[in-house]
C-alpha cells in the first residue's frame, strides 16, 4: 500500500511518469549545486567532500545512483593559514540515476568549456 504522503505528491503532479522523472533528477542536480558550491576545499577533503554530496543525495526520493568527481587539479596549493579553495561549478563532474516508477533517467552535470558554463542535462530517458 502506498503511503499517505506518495499519494498526495503523485497528485500535485499533472504530467507523464517521464516528464515527473526528468523533473526530479533536475531539481537533485540544482540541489547538489547550490548546496555545494563554496565550500571549502583541498586535496586532505576532496573524496570526503564527494561522498558527502553522494549520501546526501541518495537519501532523496527516487535517486537510484550517483557518481560525483571533483577536479582536483582545480586544487590550489595552501599557501597561508587564511588561503583556500572553494568549490566551483567548474569542479563538478556528476552523473546522477533517477527511477520513477518505471522510467529510469540518467542526468548530468558537467563543465561544458565551449560554453564556459556547469551545464545540467539528460543524458538519457529508458
Known amino acids: 500500500m502506498r503511503n499517505s504522503r506518495e499519494s498526495k ?9 517521464s516528464e515527473r522523472a526528468a523533473f526530479e533528477a533536475g531539481i ?3 540541489t547538489m549545486y547550490h548546496q555545494f558550491v563554496g565550500v571549502p576545499l583541498s586535496s586532505d ?4 567532500l564527494e561522498k558527502a554530496i553522494v549520501a546526501g543525495s541518495m537519501v532523496q526520493p ?10 582536483r587539479s582545480k ?16 569542479m ?9 516508477k518505471g ?12 560554453m564556459n558554463y556547469p551545464l545540467m542535462y539528460i543524458k538519457e530517458i529508458k
Open 9 to 17: 505528491a503523485e497528485s500535485q503532479f499533472s504530467c507523464s511518469d
Open 28 to 30: 537533485k542536480l540544482g
Open 45 to 48: 577533503n576532496v573524496e570526503t
Open 62 to 71: 527516487f535517486v537510484e545512483d550517483v557518481k560525483v568527481k571533483i577536479d
Open 75 to 90: 586544487l590550489k596549493s595552501k599557501r597561508g593559514e587564511y588561503d583556500y579553495t572553494s568549490l566551483t561549478g567548474d
Open 92 to 100: 563538478l563532474d556528476v552523473t546522477l540515476i533517477v527511477r520513477y
Open 103 to 114: 522510467v529510469r533517467v540518467e542526468a548530468r552535470m558537467e563543465f561544458i568549456k565551449e
